[in-house]
């Protein structure tokens, strides 16, 4: 009976982590742009999540080199991506999982000297 249950529910978590690798990063990872390094550069910008998720949700419905992050070098020599088929669920989903991994919270260890 356990194993009726557990099955069904493994695989649908399975397939919730995965929706950020399989809509996000496999075209990321093609490219060689660290995840990570888009996520300083929106921090930066800014400094929340919900402003990060509005640029974000605003750049890939509508990508253009204005609204991108990515250094003007690094941008000089790619094209940017085409606008994501994501609908806006979906979008705002992925980005919530991003934010969620690439936090700079869970980076922070209290009592750590900082340099």
């Known amino acids: 009976m356990v194993k009726i249950i557990f099955m069904p529910l493994l695989f649908t ?8 690798e399989s809509d996000c990063l496999k075209c ?7 995840m990570d390094m888009i996520y300083k550069r929106y921090l930066l910008e800014f400094s929340s999540h919900e402003d990060m998720k509005r640029a974000m949700v605003n ?8 609204k991108s992050m990515l250094p003007k070098g690094l941008l000089m020599g790619m ?7 994501l609908s806006d669920k979906q979008l ?3 980005i919530d999982e991003y934010l969620k991994i690439y936090d700079i919270k869970k980076r922070i260890v209290p009592g750590r000297p900082t340099i």
Do not use: V, Y
């Not at 990321?28 to 660290?34: G, L, R, V």
């Not at 750049?59 to 204005?66: D, G, M, R, V, Y």
């Not at 094209?79 to 088929?85: F, G, H, R």
């Open 59 to 66: 750049f890939l419905k509508n990508p253009t080199k204005q």
């Open 13 to 20: 978590i399975g397939s919730f982590a995965n929706n950020f």
């Open 79 to 85: 094209s940017i991506k085409e606008k994501s088929n």
């Open 92 to 94: 705002e989903d992925r």
């Open 28 to 34: 990321h990872k093609q490219s060689a742009i660290p």
